[in-house]
């Protein structure tokens, strides 16, 4: 396997800043098409770092020069080009790198067939270890500076990528797979193991540098009631750790989950019977919610991973965009690798766009009429995301007191980017063209906490 290898630079004594056509949400644009309240754009703009990587300023080059002596400050010229804050994935299973795009099957025989085999690889350390640099590497190449993160039911797989993350100064949040039935016996764990592992996990990791810990029990295929009390006595126990689980993706595993608790009200309620639903919590899919599951999620304030790429691939469904929005639900957008198609969230907020035009009906409700605006997107990506996670103090804006995790876009990048841009009058038509036409290609540099991260890939 190649072995990425990633670093930050080492920063001067001056302090930065960086100019260029700076962007991002400042609240959550619904559906208006220019929702002028909710979001900053300085065409030229400049953002003033920290020594410490945190952001001390942000406005028009002609305010900031006004009230700051920049004199003493290194100031990176990226003018022509966009400074974002670094997109938030919210849903991923770093060990599925190796198996994105295999062909032809839905969820259960999906996982069967590729994903729990190769997950089986992470009994051993070296192959969790390689495999985080690649998947952390592809990460920020991507312009995706955190992401929630599944690992395997190895805790060795979880002490290898926040191992790896805190090298980066990334800020990940993870969790050890729990899975206790109806799954490959050397991929299963017990409700007591899978409970002191977790633990074990969150005592060593959980607020160390800037790394969170998500209990992670698979999905309620995949755990036994034994092991989803387990998992509430540890969501209990931490009053800021994280929660983690599918929910609702594929018709025939909601049938499946009906067989295995026959008495539940709902596939959602079952999570709920057992206390794993709050503040915090992330549900992942959701494609097959009912009004009442998504009522449940709205009151008990938790939030639900769209995974776009991942429905498309495994032919799951349409995610009900409209019903989320109405329903009020915190939302966010997660690439699901590796049943998601790519790592970049364009490419996320491309097929996103996709499934919501899909359910357009001009006929009925005005609801039905709504279209997923370029603002709600990268809204969905940036402090939509960090909404949802409870982490919008510190990152998904470029707001002053922010932790400095932000990107540089090339609007240019591509021949057709070029092209498309020169047609693309408003800031609206030039998000939307971003969005839909740019990949990794587009991000030009990445800062983690304020100092530029660097590729190198060799083959050692
Ligand atoms: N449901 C339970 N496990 C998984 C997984 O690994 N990928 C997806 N897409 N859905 C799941
Ligand atoms: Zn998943």
Not at 170 to 196: C, F, H, Q, S, W
């Amino acid at each position: 396997m190649q072995n990425p290898k990633s670093a930050l630079e080492i920063t001067g004594d001056k302090p930065k800043a960086v100019r260029g056509a700076i962007f991002f949400l400042t609240n959550d644009p619904g559906s208006e098409s220019d929702p002028l309240s909710c979001y900053q754009f300085y065409d030229d703009g400049i953002l003033v770092l920290q020594n410490d990587g945190h952001i001390l300023d942000v406005g028009s080059t002609i305010q900031i020069r006004a009230k700051h002596h920049l004199e003493s400050h290194e100031i990176i010229d990226f003018s022509g080009k966009f400074i974002l804050p670094g997109f938030i994935d919210t849903h991923t299973h770093y060990a599925q790198s190796e198996i994105i795009a295999t062909y032809g099957e839905q969820l259960v025989q999906w996982l069967e067939h590729y994903a729990y085999p190769v997950e089986s690889q992470f009994a051993d350390n070296a192959h969790a270890q390689l495999a985080s640099r690649f998947f952390l590497n592809e990460l920020l190449r991507n312009g995706t500076t955190t992401a929630l993160v599944f690992g395997t039911v190895h805790k060795a797989s979880i002490d290898a990528l926040f191992a790896e993350s805190e090298k980066l100064n990334m800020r990940i949040i993870g969790g050890k797979v729990m899975m206790d039935r109806n799954a490959p016996v050397d991929l299963l764990d017990t409700p007591e193991t899978a409970y002191t592992d977790s633990k074990t996990l969150i005592e060593a990791w959980h607020n160390k540098g800037r790394i969170q810990y998500a209990i992670t029990p698979r999905f309620a295929v995949t755990s036994s009631p034994e092991q989803l009390v387990a998992a509430a006595k540890l969501y209990e126990e931490y009053d800021d750790v994280f929660l983690q689980t599918h929910v609702a993706e594929n018709l025939n595993e909601v049938a499946l989950v009906k067989q295995l608790f026959p008495k539940a009200e709902s596939y959602l309620h079952i999570y709920d019977n057992f206390g794993l639903i709050g503040p915090r919590t992330v549900y992942v899919h959701g494609v097959h919610l009912t009004d009442d599951e998504f009522d449940l999620l709205a009151r008990k304030n938790a939030a639900l991973s769209f995974c776009p790429t991942s429905n498309l691939f495994l032919g799951s469904g349409l995610f009900n965009f409209r019903k989320a929005e109405h329903h009020k639900i915190q939302l966010s957008l997660g690439t699901d690798i590796g049943a998601g198609t790519s790592y970049s969230m364009f490419q996320t907020m491309n097929e996103a766009y996709k499934v919501v035009q899909l359910q357009k009906t001009y006929a009925e409700s005005p609801e039905n009429k709504i279209t997923l605006t370029p603002y709600k997107a990268f809204y969905l990506a940036t402090l939509g995301a960090a909404r949802a996670l409870n982490i919008d103090k510190k990152l998904g804006s470029l707001a002053p007191g922010m932790e400095g995790d932000f990107i540089v876009l090339n609007p240019e990048a591509t021949p057709l980017l070029r092209f498309r841009m020169q047609n693309a009058r408003s800031l609206a038509d030039r998000l939307f063209t971003i969005m839909m036409l740019a990949d990794d290609r587009a991000v030009y540099a990445v800062y983690v906490m304020g100092r530029r991260w660097t590729e190198k890939t060799t083959n050692d």
